[in-house]
């Protein structure tokens, strides 16, 4: 009779010990703890990753503090363009006169007449008007809220200057106001934000899923598909939420869908880009283009002419601003005044897209590298077949 093996194969005795080993290890009953006192035992526990990716949080909540105060704690008219529109000789006086303010607050020109200033304003190359009563002392400022929810309160400010130089009375008329749902004018900036932290927060989270830099161009190229899927999707939900549900931005929806749908893209595929590229320092980046830097600077909460010359200057070159403006002058003043937004948007997505392609090409080619310097094997380079 044959007796039975008291000895276990082989693959169950490596488990077995391979258990115990991990147990021995991991568990916190059996870990040691690390010689050397308190300070090995921080070292221990904050790894210097750790303690990198704190520093960097820390980093973007200051950049974050000094950016909206810096942009928001005083807001003071600068250069606003506005037409002037008066008879002969009192037309030169009274923009000389606007020109001259202390601060610098307008930049006047002359126009026409009122049509003329009129469509100046709504053509976004003036953002309010002087109309002068030649027989009276009343005169008016033409303005249009909806280009930006602070415009009524710097025109209130406007023409107590302009009263003041002059010594008349100036009434405040609105020519394009927002539409009443869509409250002091702030719709579209909340849509845009809504749409640029989407792009970028969906490109992270794919990132995270499988790693910060992905390795190839094919997993890359899948990725830029399904964001340029989820860009679609994004600008048809934005623009059904401004227009059928909140009745906000009604009338546009095609217009809001094509918009949305690129402004998504370019913030998600600029991303995908930067992570691809520097990994984490990509995301902290991502962060401080358009959270840090671009809301301030989008001109949704103060128009640009409101804001401290750093943030004016840089916020219609990143997506917020950029976006920002593509909606409400589309929304409101029929296009006019887009075709910057639309190229700087433009340029995002398919920037963000090259890079996003060469970052994986480069890192394909730094891999191939290292495995023919190693070998498959870890043990040096393959060898050269004879012949």
Known sequence: MTVPSLHAPRSVLWA??????????????????????????????????AFGLVLGGLLIQLA????YLGAFHSPTPHRIPVAVVAPGQASAQIVAK???????????????????????????????????NASGTKDTLLVASAGGPSVSQTASQLAQKIEAVQKRQV?????????????????????VLGW????????????????????????????????????IVSGVAGAVIVG?????????????TGIGTLVVFASAATSLGLQTLLGMLGTGLTILLFVVLGNPGSGGV??????????????????????????????????????????????????????ALVAAWWRERRKASAVSAVGPDGGGPDPVPAG
Do not use: C
């Open 196 to 231: 640029v932290i989407g792009g970028y927060l969906t490109a992270t989270i794919m990132n995270m899923a499988a790693g910060s830099r992905p390795v190839n161009r094919h997993r890359i190229t899948i990725r830029l598909v399904v964001l340029g899927m989820y860009a």
């Open 244 to 256: 059928p549900v909140f009745d906000a931005l009604s009338g546009h929806f095609w217009a809001l």
């Open 302 to 355: 103060y128009p640009s002419v409101l804001l401290p010359g750093f943030w004016s200057a840089i916020g219609q070159a990143l997506p917020p601003g950029a976006g920002t403006t593509l909606v409400r002058n589309t929304v409101y003043f029929d296009a006019h005044a887009t075709s910057v937004a639309w190229w700087v948007l433009a340029a995002y997505a398919a920037g963000g897209t090259a890079v």
């Open 98 to 132: 606007l020109n001259g303010l202390d601060g610098d607050p307008v930049k006047a020109t002359a126009a026409a007449g009122e049509s003329t200033a009129r469509q100046r304003i709504m053509d976004r190359r003036a953002d309010a008007a002087f109309l002068f």
């Open 171 to 191: 009434a405040v008329t609105d020519i394009q106001a927002p539409n009443s749902g869509d409250g002091r004018g702030m719709t579209s900036f909340y849509l």
């Open 16 to 49: 077995i010990r391979g258990y115990m080993r991990a147990m021995s290890t991991d568990s916190p009953s059996t870990s040691a703890v690390p010689a050397g006192g308190f300070l090995a035992e921080l070292r221990d526990a904050i790894s210097f990753r």
């Open 64 to 67: 974050f503090t000094v950016s």
